[in-house]
C-alpha cells in the first residue's frame, strides 16, 4: 500500500457491505480514517436488525486501521448531518465523501407502485443530495475561513443510469440523476477546493447476484473474478485523494480490470432549415439523422 489517503478522513454511505464494504476497507488500507455509514436494511430497504456498519469498523480496526460506525438514514437532514459531525467529533477534520447506498424494488413501468419509485428516489437520489449538501456547507465554511480543503465526492450512478434498463425505471432515473447532481456540483463547489465525480461501477453486490446471476457468477478457483466489489474500490481510493488534483466533473465506468471515462451526451448530425419546420418535414429531417448517426439504435444497459 503507498498511504495514498495517509491524514485523510473518508465518509462512506452503505459501507456495511458490497461495495460500500470494499470501499471502506480500501481507504482504511491506504492511511485514511474512516466513517461507516449503513442504515443496517435489506436489498428492498426493509429494517434489519444487525449491525453491518460496526461489522465492517471492527474488521478495519483489527487491521489496524481506524473506523467509527454511523447508523444514521442519510436520506433525511439529521442524519445526513451528522455524517459530518461524526467525523469531526471523531477525527477533527472530513475529507472525502463516498456516496453509495441504496437498494432496489425492481418492476416493470406498469407494475411499478408509487411507494416504490418514492422509496428508490428517496435512498439513491436523495441520499446523495443531503450528504453532499451538508458536506458542502462545511467545505465551504472552512474555505471561506482561509483553510481551503482539498475535499473529495464520488458518487455512486450505474450502467442503468447511463442506458437505462428493462425492470428498473425508478433505478435507472435515479441514477441519471446523481449524473446530473455531479455535474452541477462540480461546477458549483471547484471554487471552494471540492472535485465531484461519479462512477458507474459493475460488481457483484447484494442488488446483483441474483438478477444477474450467471453474469455475476465468481470464477473457478484461481481465475480473475471480475465481478469482485473490490476491483471497483482502487479507483474511488484515487478520486477521494488528493492524487486526484484537476478531476473534476466526469463520469468513470469500472467493471474488473476495466476503467472507462464516459463522455456524456454530445452532438450528433444536425439538420437546420432555417425556418419552422412541418410535421412532415421534421420526421423526414429526423430519419434522416438517425440513419447518419454513429448509434443507429439505443442500446439497453443491464445493471
Known amino acids: 500500500m503507498t498511504g495514498i489517503c495517509s491524514g485523510r478522513v473518508a465518509v462512506v454511505t452503505g459501507a456495511g457491505r458490497g461495495l460500500g464494504r470494499a470501499h471502506a476497507l480500501a481507504l482504511a488500507a491506504e492511511g485514511a480514517k474512516v466513517v461507516v455509514n449503513d442504515l443496517g436494511v435489506g436489498l428492498d430497504g426493509a429494517a434489519e436488525t444487525d449491525g453491518p456498519a460496526q461489522r465492517v469498523v471492527d474488521e478495519i480496526r483489527a487491521l489496524g486501521g481506524e473506523a467509527v460506525a454511523h447508523g444514521g438514514d442519510i436520506a433525511t437532514t439529521d442524519g445526513a448531518a451528522s455524517l459530518i459531525t461524526t467525523a469531526l467529533e471523531a477525527f477533527g477534520r472530513f475529507d472525502t465523501l463516498v456516496n453509495n447506498a441504496g437498494f432496489l424494488r425492481d418492476r416493470m413501468l406498469v407494475n411499478l407502485d408509487e411507494d416504490d419509485w418514492d422509496a428508490v428516489m428517496r435512498v439513491h437520489l436523495k441520499g446523495h443530495f443531503l ?11 472552512e474555505a471561506k475561513g482561509n483553510r481551503t480543503p482539498q475535499a473529495r465526492v464520488v458518487n455512486t450512478s450505474s450502467g442503468a443510469g447511463l442506458l437505462g434498463s428493462v425492470g ?3 433505478y435507472s432515473a435515479a441514477k441519471a440523476g446523481i449524473i446530473g447532481l455531479t455535474l452541477v456540483a462540480a461546477a458549483e463547489m471547484g471554487r471552494y477546493g471540492v472535485q465531484i465525480n461519479a462512477i458507474a461501477p459493475a460488481a457483484r453486490t447484494r442488488m446483483t447476484e441474483h438478477t444477474f446471476a450467471e453474469t ?6 484461481g481465475g480473475f473474478d ?7 474500490s482502487p479507483l474511488v481510493v484515487w478520486l477521494g485523494s488528493a492524487a486526484s488534483t484537476g478531476v473534476t466533473g466526469r463520469v468513470f465506468e469500472v467493471e474488473g480490470g476495466r476503467i472507462t471515462v464516459m463522455e456524456g451526451w454530445r452532438p450528433g448530425p444536425t439538420a437546420d432549415k432555417g425556418d419552422r419546420w412541418s410535421p412532415a418535414e421534421a420526421g423526414e429531417a429526423a430519419l434522416g439523422l438517425l440513419a447518419a448517426s454513429e448509434i443507429s439504435q439505443p ?3 443491464t445493471r
Open 299 to 301: 442500446v439497453y444497459g
Open 226 to 232: 471480475a465481478m469482485a466489489p473490490e476491483n471497483v
Open 131 to 141: 450528504p453532499l449538501k451538508h458536506a458542502a456547507a462545511h467545505w465551504r465554511a
Open 216 to 221: 455475476m457468477a465468481a470464477p473457478g478457483e
Open 168 to 170: 428498473q425505471g425508478n
